[in-house]
């Protein structure tokens, strides 16, 4: 179920020169999952813009967005006590499993921020987290810090090798997880699956129309039948995806 809102603006801060972490004070009752995401209305822009959540909780959305284009750099712009209006409680966000525990979290560049809130779940119910996130240079990390924070083993890969370990996330694998969830783009999913010897849940990244089901835009096919990534994903089980 989701909900419209306006919903004020308390932090909007640069992270990196091109990533900005911005907080929302509002009603967050309609995010339960970890890996949901928000459809934020922007002035004179027809379509929304859905950004997932990296936290949520005492009535504040954290979310975290890249500047890629004019609706991100005018997100860019906006100052605390700003209003926004905000579908939340979009997506199916990840299912915790319950029978692990030594998850494998795997993240690259903007695909990071949501696996914030599903480590803080994991690690609340006992599990023992292992964060890969991985990035192109240095300088482009954020949240390292916060992870660690969460109790979270964290491994950082860097392509040029200037920071943690040299090359993609696929690299630092460890020998003894026993689950994995994963966020990022396709050419990091594609390389994940080659890769992962156990079962596990991906994240999709995907333009989107409408953000909750109605316009089909973001339908994809799998093992049993179309969905709609908008509101059947972002996230999907690894058996049922068609690579």
């Not at 979310?63 to 005018?74: P, R």
């Not at 979290?105 to 480590?119: N, Q, T, W």
């Not at 460890?174 to 890769?195: L, R, S």
């Not at 079962?199 to 089901?213: A, T, W």
Request: charged share 25%.
């Amino acid at each position: 179920m989701y909900k419209q809102g306006i919903y004020k603006i308390a932090e909007n801060t640069a992270l990196t020169d091109t990533v900005y972490k911005m907080v929302l004070e509002g009603d967050t009752q309609y995010i339960t999952a970890p890996g949901q995401f928000i459809n934020i209305a922007l002035d004179g822009k027809y379509l929304r813009r859905p950004i997932s959540v990296c936290d949520c909780e005492n009535g504040r959305i954290t979310i975290i967005y890249k500047v890629v284009g004019s609706g991100t750099e005018q997100m860019s712009k906006l100052s605390a006590g700003d209003s926004l209006d905000v579908l939340t409680g979009l997506g199916n966000g990840y299912k915790i499993d319950s029978s692990t525990s030594r998850p494998l979290l795997i993240g690259g560049g903007v695909g990071v921020p949501p696996l914030y809130m599903l480590a803080k779940k994991l690690i609340e119910s006992g599990q023992k987290v292992t964060v890969i996130l991985g990035f192109n240079t240095k300088s482009e990390i954020f949240y390292e810090d916060e992870f660690r924070e969460l109790g979270a083993e964290v491994i950082i890969t860097t392509v040029d090798g200037s920071y943690g370990v040299k090359g993609f996330v696929t690299d630092a694998f460890p020998k003894d997880y026993d689950y994995f969830y994963t966020c990022g783009p396709m050419p990091m999913f594609k390389a994940i699956e080659a890769k992962v010897t156990t079962q596990g849940q991906y994240s999709f990244e995907e333009r989107m129309g409408c953000g909750f089901g109605a316009c089909m835009g973001c339908s994809c096919k799998t093992k049993y039948g179309s969905k709609r990534i908008c509101k059947d994903g972002p996230v999907l089980m690894r058996e049922e995806i068609i690579w």
